[in-house]
């Protein structure tokens, strides 16, 4: 396994990659938003004989409350790679991104539904449960609402 920032090569395997994961997205904005992550240097690969997912996340470096924080704002594993530690080691690389560059704070969300396993993965990592939103706009991508955590980090 082996983690790094994605190349511009990366992105036809990031949209098979997403739409596996999240098939509601529209194609055609997950490719402007792979084009908008590698231009912000936020995004990062793991590779295992090839692309096996990525994370992407949003820098707040300046804007209170969020200050000298980052967002997850998606994380995809291929299925034949999931459960073997991928999405794990893909947060533990940002958290040493993090720690480089005094980021103090990582906040992620998930779905708000029953046994979202997410959950549980992200509460291994140290996250906690700080909020939840229930009602999401209707012209949303998301079908369920969201369930936000956060993890300090010591910097």
């Known amino acids: 396994m082996k983690v790094q920032p994605a190349k511009n ?17 529209n194609s055609k904005k997950q490719a402007i938003y ?10 990062f690969v793991v590779y ?11 820098k707040h470096l300046l804007s209170p409350p969020f200050a000298k924080s980052v967002f997850v704002e998606e994380m995809a594993i291929k299925k034949k ?13 940002l958290f040493s991104y993090c720690k480089k560059n005094k980021i103090g704070m990582v906040y992620v969300s998930t779905a708000d539904y029953g046994d979202n396993k997410t959950i549980k993965f992200y509460e291994k990592l140290g996250f906690n449960i700080i909020g939840s939103l229930k009602d999401i706009d209707p012209n949303s991508e998301y079908e369920h609402g969201q369930i936000f955590l956060g993890k300090i980090l010591e910097i």
């Open 9 to 25: 090569q990366d992105k036809k395997e990031f949209l098979i990659t997403q739409k596996e994961a999240f098939p509601n997205l």
């Open 34 to 43: 792979f084009d908008n992550k590698i231009k912000n240097k936020e995004i």
């Open 48 to 58: 295992e004989e090839g692309y096996a997912g990525h994370l992407c996340f949003g």
């Open 81 to 93: 790679y999931q459960g073997k530690g991928f999405g794990s080691l893909l947060m533990k690389f």
